[in-house]
């Protein structure tokens, strides 16, 4: 499965970006989508997920200023993000988990397949 995540770029300190992906080739309607970012030299970290029936789970870190949503119609999961820091640029993932029936995970070994990331760059 290939996931295609989009909408990284360059934002100010305090601006907003929309990041969506999609996975190509089959629908992800029954399967927990996550966001994750990892920034270099770092471990990979955990931002929050939503469960196949729209349940939401978030990081502390991001908690009040990042929105997950999905749109089962358009097979696409979108990641709101507002107020960012310029230590949040990374590379953002998105996640899928085909075990509908558990709750969400934030391990990312725990997900099942990937997209390749896309560079978010928050300048001071």
């Known amino acids: 499965v290939q996931l295609q995540a989009s909408g990284g770029g360059l934002v100010q300190a305090g601006g907003s970006l929309r990041l969506s992906c999609a996975p190509s080739?089959?629908?992800?309607?029954?399967?927990?989508m996550g966001w994750f970012r990892q920034a270099p030299g770092k471990e990979r970290e955990f931002l929050v997920a939503?469960?196949?029936?729209?349940?939401?789970y978030y990081a502390d870190s991001v908690k009040g200023r990042f929105t997950i949503s999905r749109d089962n119609a358009k097979n696409t999961v979108y990641l709101q993000m507002n107020s960012l820091k310029p230590e949040e640029t990374a590379v953002y993932y998105c996640?899928?988990?085909?075990?509908?029936?558990?709750?969400?995970?934030?391990?990312?070994?725990?997900?099942?397949?990937w997209g390749q990331g896309t560079l978010v760059t928050v300048s001071s």
């Open positions: 939503i469960t196949w029936s729209g349940s939401t």
């Open positions: 080739g089959r629908t992800f309607r029954w399967e927990h």
């Open positions: 996640a899928g988990d085909r075990r509908y029936y558990r709750s969400i995970v934030s391990t990312p070994d725990e997900y099942d397949y």
